[in-house]
């Protein structure tokens, strides 16, 4: 039985206001395909539906990970998101869920919230976007407490390096197209460098012909 809450929506807004009606309402439409939900719905369940505790949600996008989280596990969701777009979409999943969830306009780079506050982190096609990764990656390791646990699920760098080049050679396409997403991100190598420990880490895709491997990784703060 879906538990009741009363959801709020806060308005912590970026600087600049982001708001991509078309990519928001691309994706919306992209990942409902057949194909796409049969890559990524079990890989949902693997990171968001793992989290536990006091949970961030980092790019939300339009809430698809809403529905994933486990109210035995968790007790409440902040969902950060900076593109207005995307948060008219996520609304109605806050209402689907089964636990409470705060939606906030804002951005990884400058997170409003105090140091280590959070249980766990949940990071889903998001870093492959983000402007500054790195930075990025040290506000989350800054709100997460110690211990707690980073799941992510991403697209990034092919390990052949033929594809890479392939990668790098479409990047200016896909970051016009895609949200400024760069298919071509060595995103383990900034959760290391940030000094998180990966506990979990495997490859998805990124066969010789595939531009656009992912990476599923847990990892905790020291």
Not at 20 to 33: I, N
Not at 94 to 118: C, G, H, K, M, R
Not at 144 to 164: I, N
């Amino acid at each position: 039985m879906t538990q009741q809450h009363d959801p709020t929506t806060t308005a912590r807004e970026t600087p600049s206001q982001i708001f991509h009606p078309r990519f928001a309402a691309f994706y919306e439409w992209y990942a409902h395909l057949g194909s796409e939900r049969r890559l990524t719905d079990p890989l949902r369940q693997e990171t968001a539906g793992q989290a536990y505790g006091v949970v961030l949600e980092v790019g939300a996008g339009s809430g698809l990970n809403f529905s994933r989280y486990d109210p035995e596990r968790v007790e409440r969701v902040e969902a950060i998101e900076p593109d207005a777009a995307m948060l008219a979409n996520a609304r109605p999943r806050v209402e689907q869920a089964e636990v409470p969830i705060t939606l906030t306009q804002a951005s990884v780079l400058a997170l409003p919230f105090p140091n280590e506050t959070f249980d766990s982190v949940v990071v889903t096609l998001v870093f492959c976007s983000v402007s500054d990764p790195a930075r990025g990656m040290q506000e989350i390791k800054r709100v997460l407490k110690p211990q707690g646990t980073l799941f992510m699920f991403e697209h990034v760098r092919s390990q052949r390096s033929g594809m890479a080049r392939v990668q790098d050679a479409i990047v200016p396409l896909t970051t016009r197209l895609f949200g400024h997403c760069h298919w071509n991100r060595d995103t383990e190598r900034v959760v290391r460098e940030a000094g998180f420990h990966i506990a979990h880490l495997r490859h998805v895709g990124g066969g010789r012909l595939d531009p656009s491997p992912h990476l599923v990784l847990q990892a905790h703060r020291p």
